[in-house]
């Protein structure tokens, strides 16, 4: 998404909430609407409960059956995510945040955005970094190779690292 779509759907977010407030006042009321508001705060609070829980189940399942729970902590971020965006006042985050709460609209945004995303394991990545180091020098560069034998360093007394500045004698 360009930064400018980004920067104008932050701005006119919170005016579209404020209409959404006058229509559903109009509606039902400013007790009503109030109400509302509470009952989705006090749903996304809920509904992150129950489904963070079972969202850490399958964290703990995945961990112990040696997957990687990439899957797991997409769903899982979009989960707090819906949840956040219900315990904002207003209906339209409402609206989005009990949208995703459904698995089949995370899985559908997830293909929609995912594709954006490189996901990548710790272990493969420095599979991929051994193979790819270069292993003879590059033609023109000397290359001293040396053993424990060769290199000898004394300790510099007056390095700020040394133990006895640090008074570790």
Do not use: K
């Not at 009321?29 to 109400?35: D, E, H, K, R």
């Amino acid at each position: 998404m360009p930064t400018p779509f980004i920067s104008i759907l932050i701005l006119l977010l919170p005016l579209a909430e404020i209409a959404g407030f006058v229509v559903v006042g109009q509606m039902v009321g400013v007790w009503g609407t109030l109400g509302l508001v509470l009952l989705s705060c006090l749903a996304g609070l809920i509904l992150l409960r129950l489904q963070g829980l079972q969202m850490l189940r399958r964290l703990t399942e995945e961990g112990r059956d040696g997957r990687v729970p990439g899957n797991a902590i997409v769903q899982g971020a979009m989960i707090v995510v819906a949840a956040v965006l219900l315990l904002i006042p207003g209906f339209i985050t409402d609206i989005i945040g009990i949208a995703l709460f459904i698995p089949a609209v995370r899985r559908l945004l997830w293909s929609f955005i995912g594709r954006r995303f490189v996901v990548v394991d710790s272990e493969s990545y420095t599979q991929r970094r051994t193979y790819t180091r270069r292993r003879d020098p590059p033609q023109g560069e000397r290359v001293v190779d040396l053993d424990e034998e060769d290199f000898h360093r004394e300790p510099n007394p007056g390095s700020p690292w040394s133990d006895r500045r640090l008074g570790e004698d």
